[in-house]
Structure formats: structure tokens, C-alpha cells
């Protein structure tokens, strides 16, 4: 592949995450952020699929179906399903679309200031690099503390949880600009980790919803010093 | 040799797999106990097989130099303290007492996954297998901590599993920091062992920013401050046995973790990055714990707190470098089996009290000696009296910290050492006389001299906590050993 295709292709695909990554701290509808998560699974696919072929690295197309498979379409279908639909659950489900502690605006004035300090913690340690790829690295760790954003800002379960995957989505981010991945076996294990927490989680989520009434984490607060 | 290593890993996930499978009561009972024992047997074997030989290793994924064969032997006494001491008195009774409406078998099960990841994360020679094993951790106790199924253990899970696995998350990012800083020598790994060559040039910049982001990761697990939040929560809502699990043994693999990132951190860049960091995460810890403890009104979270106090004491000592090193492995296998004991206990308090309010337990002592006497010796080990273990390994840190320059830290280490030994006193005394007349003690003066289950597990541990110390000259030798297996002198 030629150098300025790759270029071209790392940014575009780098674009997409980082886009996404904002659309799940804009949407306030939990539906929509986890449509956003999803798109930007496929992105991160798209990424691997680019950095194997310029790495012509026959190990990352395993990888890449498997980030294709989980991150795009089994964790998203996770946190969509709701045990037991019935046709009254719908409604239920967009009366919990999220409040969360700071308005849309102030939300996405944050998540550009922390793209921009991702880019200035960042650039140092890759502005000697000579690979596009790893020019691309500050917007995985944009992804990283966007996630963390999501994470400390929202209130229903399921948007912590778009939150944390998010953040994971950014590390694989890093992890694939900046040295192609990490090796199989830890690629293996780190998505199986990231598929079982997700599931816990979801359990508790259901029975957070069967004992306090809904999904609202703010309301948890017996534990206290 | 393989076998040696691969027992420890592979009995638990068997014994667990038969419990969650089998319905027979004896081996869903006994099968965290054996898978224990299974442990500490094959951990003490290690421990000897390994002196003055070279490690053990298999298939380049498994190795236990003198450290890891060390911490495995403390995996599996703790474990062995925590699955014996909990179980319930009678064989007909369930596993555990505090309640329990999830499956025992999933119990059972869960129990021996954990001590199977905990094993693998001391065994892996490569920091990717190693977190495997430490997320693996927090999945296995995820459901344990909401185990008994109320508001507030899910309240406690809940936290526990947001903020863990974020946590680990950002060690996850150090570590492919750290392999990205060897992609550009022939080599790319991320095996411990060829990290810490000199030899192999890694990018100093993207080690500095790995082993940083790895150590905060990993120091969540490790309940360091101001990651600890999601601790007295986890640790005091879990059944007994899971809080002796998680606090006397996973706070240290975590802690394991981090004296692995820091050695291959000080072959690169030296150790005074990572010191720095050390000492802010260890007096934070102290600060809050002395903060907190002072007003404590639940016994339970009372531990927690102490946990997250050890913790910042053992992180101080990984600051030092390698003269406190032998004091705080002393320190990690001591702190290990009191904290496991007094965790038991508590959860037998918790049953036969009913309630976990320290003001609401009052003249325990007079009246249930045979959970106050031991109780009482476990606390009076945790305060840092001789001869117990955890006084020597203390002294041996703060010795240490003085002579290499870190005097003001120590001091101010102690100073709040000292508020945390004044609070848990007062907070203990309280428990222990108090006035039997205060409206909290119901009807049942009946004394009571029962322990409310096996005791001999706790006298084991706290007597070998006592006696450990004093044989230097096997003793001595696995730490020194342990501690070299993390030096950095090339």
C-alpha cells in the first residue's frame, strides 16, 4: 500500500473513532450511544483491517475478525438486549434515557479539552516515531479519557457501561496504532475479560432494576463513611 | 517440573468445574480447601525446589523464580485460612453462614477460579498473561461480593466492577506502552524476565509513561489511595471467607504486580519515577485510612480501612527498593494471614451478632471469649506488637526508608501510623469491655465460649505469624532470595 493511501486511511478510519467516541457523550438516549459504541466497533475493525495489510501481518486477521465480531456486533447486542422484552418494556426503556450531571454543551467542551490534552501528553512520546500509525496514537488516548468521561458523568448502568467500553475501545485504539497490537494469546484473553465483564454487569444492571426500581446508580448510596 | 506449576492453576479450575457440576455436598464443602492446599503444597515445593537452582519455568508462559514460588506459598496459606476457617460448623449447614440464596456450587465454583487466577498471576512470566490473570480476578469475585444478594452488596459489586476492571484497564495501557517500547528491538515481548535485560534497549520515554499508567492500574487493585474507593465496599460486603480471600491475599498479588512493573521500570529509567509515585499513592493510602478510621462504625469496614493502611505501608516499602524488599514480602505473607483470621471472624461476629455496628457489640470479651480471645490476639498482631510479623517487617521498612535518605516520609509514615494504632485501639477496646449495661447487648446473656467454627485454621495462622520471625535462618534465606529475583543491578 503506498505510504500517503495509508496515511490516508489510518486518519479516515482514526476520524471515525474519535466521532463516535463524542457521539456516545452527546447522545442522551442510552439507544443511540449504544448505536455509536457499535459504529465504532466497525471502525476499530477497519483500523486492524489497514494496519495488516500495511503491516502485512498474517496473525492480525484473526484479530480483526474477532474485534469485528465483538466489538461491533456481540457487545453492542449485549447491551441493547433487555431480559424478558415485552412490548410495554420499550417505553420503559426510553423514559431511563439519561440525565446525567452536566448538560450536553459543557459535556462536549470537556471532550475537547481532554482530545486536546490526550494530544499533548501524547505527541511527545510518538513525534519521533516515522509511522503514520503512531502519529494517529493521541486519539486513542482521547478515546481513553473520553470513556472515563461517560464513566464519571452518567447515572444509568447501562451508560457507565457504554463508558467502559469506550475506554477499552480507545486502549485497543493505542494498542494498534502504536505497535500493531499486542500479541495474540493477551488479544484473546483481554477480549474474553472485556465480554465477561460486560455480561456481570449486565446481570447486576437487572437486578439493580429488580430491587431499587430502576437503573439510576446515584441512588445507591447506603454505603457510606 | 512442569507439574509444579501447572498444579496450582489447573486443580482449583478442576475441583471448581466438579462442583459446579456434581451435586455431592462434601466436594462443593471441601473443594476451595484442597484447591488451598493444592497451593500452598506445590508453592512450598517451589520455595525449595527453587533455592540456590535456576527457576522453574515451562513453555515460556509459566515461571516461578524465589519470588513467585514465595507469593504462591502465601496464596495458598491465606486461601488455606480463608476456605477452612469459613466453613460453617456443621456439615449439613451451607458453606458459608451470612446467608446465601445464590447456588452453592457457583459458590464453590467462583471461590476456586479466583484462587486459580490468583495463582496464574503470580506464576505468568509475561506482564500480558499476568493481567489476564488479574482481571480474571475481579471477574471470578464479581458475584461473590454480591453474593448475598442485598441493596447494599449490590451496591458494593457494582462499584467494585466499574471501577476494577477501569482501573485495570489503564494498567492494560501501560503494558502495551511497555511492549510497544520493545517493538523497535528485534524481540517485541513482554515477557518480565527479558524486559528486565539491559541489554535489550527499550524506548526509555515509553516505558516511563508504561510502567506509570501500569502502576496506578494495578495499585487500584492493590486498594492504594485514591484508588481505593470501591475497597470497604467490596471487602465488607463479600461473605467472610471472600473478604479474607480479597484482603489478605489479591490486595498483595496486585501489589506483586507492581513490584514487577517496577523492576522492569528501574532497569530502564531508574527507580526514582516510580519511588516518587510509591510514596505519594503509600502516605495518601495512610492519610485517608487514619482519616477514616478514627470515626469507623462498622467492624467490617474497620478491616477494610486497615487493609488500605498495610497496603500504603507495603507500597512505602516497594518505594525504598531492594533493603526493605525482605520486610515487606515478611509483611505481605503476615498481614496475609491475620487480616485473613480477623475477616473469618468477623463474618462469625457478623452471624452470631447480627449486626456489623461496632457501638452495637459491646463487652465481648465477657461475653463470647471464644470469639473475643482470638479476635482480640488478631487485632493486637494487626496494631504492630511483637512478636508478630507484621511489627518486624514495620520496623524492617522504616529502618530502611531512613538509611536510604526518605526521612521526612518515614516520619510523617509514622506519625500516621501512630493515629491509625490510636484509633483501632479505642475502636477495639470499645468491642471488647464497654458497659454489658448499654442499651445494644439483647437477652442472650448466656455466655457463649464457642468459637462458631473451626479454629484451629486461625490459631495456625496467627501462631505461625508469631513464630515466622523468628526462624531466621530458613525464613531469611526465601526472603533474601525473593528479593533479589526483583533486583535491578545488572
Redesign the interface.
Known sequence: MSNSVFSELIGLSAGALLLTSVLTVWHRSQRASIRALAVQGFALAALVAVVAVDRKDVELVPVFLLVLALKGLVLPWVLARRPGVVGTERVRIDIEDESPLLNPVATLVAAALLGMVAYAVTW??VASSPSAAAHAAPVGVAM?LIG?LV?VTRRR?IS?LVG?LA??NG?AT??FL???G??I??EF??SL?VL??TL??Q??SR??RA??GDTD?GR????R? | MFIILLVPVAVPLLLGAVALVRAASWVRRFSGVVSSVAILGSGIVAVVLGQGSAPLSSAGILRADALSAYMLAVVGAVGLVATWGGLAPRADAPVHTEAGRAPLGMYAALVCIFLSAMSLAVLADNLGVMWVAIEATTIATAFLVGHNRTRRSLEAAWKYVILAPAGVAIAFLGIVLIYASSTGTPTPTLSWLALTQMSLHLDPALVRVGAALAALGFATKAGLAPMHSWLPDAHSQAPAPVSALMSGVLLSVALYAILRIQAVANAVIGPDFLRALLVAGSLLSLAIAAALLLRQRDYKRMLAYSSIEHMGVMALGAAVGPTALPAVLLYILSHGLIKASLFILAGRLLTAEGTPIISDVRSLLARRPGLAVPWLIGIVALLGFPPFGIFFSEVGIILAGWATGMGVVMSVALALMLVIFAGMTRLTVGMMFGSADLPAPRVDSVLDRSPHGPIAPLALALGACAIIPFLSGPIGTVLSDAAVALSWTP
Open positions: 511527545p512520546l481513553v472515563f464513566l448502568a457507565q467502559f475506554l477499552d486502549i493505542v494498542a502504536i505497535s500493531g499486542v500479541p494469546l493477551l484473553g483481554a475479560d465477561l465483564v456481570i454487569l446481570v447486576f437486578q439493580m430491587t431499587f446508580v445507591m448510596r447506603e454505603l463513611d
